[in-house]
């Protein structure tokens, strides 16, 4: 399948703070929906900021629509639609003169649909935008993002802080959004029940280095979480070890292959969440198979 | 380029037209005094107030995430620079439009303004401002909206300094002439354009190797 986002041994070194996104690999294919999941500071922004230009990257290739990302090049960047995590456009300004001005930025600014949103999501047009509330404003992101031509839309932290119905909403629109499959979504969230709904392909991402990189049905079908002896531990074949933390004097183990594993193991029910935070608590097993 | 100049305006516009109207106000009066200290500060004013709005909108694209959304736009990095400087180009030429209809208006109706002073000191508070706008631009780009008030203070003292060096280098050079005033008000002007200018080049190298 043809990707509309290539991402290839990303490395870049936050002198600041010692942070470093370390050989970060993965490609998104089109129509559709790549998670990245890790805690605060993991790494999800640095790589999206990566991606986008806002920040320069020291080493690796990003291709974006089959072509390297070359940032003078507005016609790539027309085609990416952005939400931060908050919203980040003049306070000052009302929902119809961002329209006025975005319709002078952006070649295909599709006004008919920018208003359809604003009228989905009840949005006041006359209100200045510093004044929205949260939801708001992140709604006000999102019918930006999708109102001028959008071919691949980068979410990073999106829906942090919506209640549960705006949250809803919002992923209806994501996934309407990739169903004609021309269009696709990197998104980034430590809510991990949202990726979960929508997301194809889940990263996961830890101190600025992918720990397991696997499509969400391949992670519900096969994947588990064992509970064992430190005894036991070896029965496990390596190769399906991905990670593994000790648990009141037991052993958890995250394997990529729960059909390979002895009768007398027993399969701990498991949610995204405590995949999660196995993978990032827990330590990364060498011969993992990711 | 439009888009982008519009967004700033729209940042500034409620404090550009109150600026306005209490500029065109107190120039008013001030040259109804009919007073050369008076039509000196008739002058200086418009420059002082209307202006300055353009350096606050570095600091509300800061505040808002403007200045990083900005950059994932389809417009390159020389683009943006580009349009801050023309924001702050068009309500320099707004304040001189002001100013100068004002005293038109009033010289033709009322009483005579259009004196040799009062153009002076017009070029030199031009001369001011523009010499001000081109340490703030660079400086801010370099050191971040958080510096915003030392910078401005910075800025105004690099520049009062330049306008006396001016003042004495011209003293030595052409010494006591007659049209002094005349001669250094615009040599001040044109200096503090060519100033602009450099601090642009400045401001798009600092711009274009800045992270977010």
Known sequence: ?290 | MKGLILNNLYSVEKSVKFSSLLTAVVVVLLLLMNHSAALKLAGFLPFVLIPVHAFDILKYDAISGWNKYEIILPVTRKRIIESKYLTFILLFIFSFLLVFCIAYVIHLFLLPTMHSVFFNYLLRAMGLIICIAALVYPLTFRLGTEQSDSIMMGSLGITLGIYFVTVFMLEVFIGEVEDFDEKFSIIFFIASVLFLLISYVISVYIYKNKEF
């Open chain 1, 1 to 290: 399948m043809e990707n509309i986002l290539e991402v290839e041994n990303l490395n870049k070194i936050y002198s600041d703070s010692h942070f470093e996104l370390k050989d970060i690999t993965f490609s998104i294919p089109y129509g559709s929906i790549v998670g990245i999941i890790g805690e605060n500071g993991a790494g999800k922004t640095s790589t999206m900021a990566a991606i986008l230009g806002t920040s320069k990257k020291d080493s690796g290739t990003i291709k974006i629509f089959n072509q390297e990302m070359d940032y003078l090049n507005n016609k790539l960047k027309e085609r990416i639609g952005v939400v931060f995590e908050q919203m980040n456009f003049s306070n000052n300004v009302n929902v119809v003169q961002l329209s006025n001005v975005l319709s002078h930025i952006y070649q295909k600014w599709d006004k008919e649909k920018y208003f359809h949103y604003i009228d989905t999501f009840s949005l006041p047009k006359k209100e200045k935008v510093g004044n929205f509330s949260r939801g708001m404003s992140m709604k006000l992101s999102i019918a930006v993002a999708l109102s001028h031509n959008t071919k691949l839309l980068i979410l990073d932290e999106a829906t942090a802080g919506l209640d549960p119905k705006a949250r809803n909403e919002m992923l209806d629109v994501f996934l309407d959004f990739v169903k004609d499959k021309n269009q696709s979504i990197l998104l980034s969230s430590h809510i991990t029940s949202d990726i979960e709904k929508i997301a194809d392909e889940l990263i996961f991402i830890k101190k600025g280095e992918i720990v397991l990189q696997t499509s969400k049905n391949e992670l519900l079908d096969n994947f588990a979480i064992v509970q064992c002896k430190p005894t036991e531990w070896k029965q496990i074949d390596s190769n399906v070890t991905v990670s593994y933390r000790n648990k009141e004097h037991m052993l958890e183990v995250l394997v990529s292959d729960k059909h390979s594993l002895p009768a007398s193991f027993q399969i701990k029910e498991y949610s995204l969440d405590e995949i999660t935070l196995l993978l990032m608590e827990g330590d990364h097993h060498e011969g993992t198979n990711s």
